[in-house]
């Protein structure tokens, strides 16, 4: 099964120390995030940013730091 993720929130405690990435986020002097992939070989999840047509790799989080994933719920 394929699933669209639409935010990672990277920390412990979700409300008050964690990271929040959502795609479409404005970040980076300009840069825009384009994607979030989850790799299941390493169980790492990266976070892509786009400006104008260029997209990058531009974070990497791997599986020893606590993560929540909300996925794209459209039907």
């Given at each position: 099964?394929?699933?669209?993720?639409?935010?990672?929130?990277?920390g412990?405690?979700?409300?008050?120390?964690?990271?929040?990435y959502s795609v479409g986020q404005s970040v980076y002097g300009g840069h825009e995030i384009?994607?979030?992939?989850?790799d299941e070989s390493d169980?790492?999840?990266s976070v892509h940013i786009k400006k104008q047509n260029e997209?990058?790799?531009w974070k990497k989080f791997?599986?020893?730091m606590a993560v929540s994933v909300e996925y794209d719920l459209t039907y």
């Open positions: 099964m394929s699933s669209v993720i639409r935010k990672i929130s990277i412990s405690d979700y409300k008050t120390d964690a990271m929040h384009s994607h979030i992939l989850h169980n790492s999840y997209v990058m790799p791997n599986s020893n």
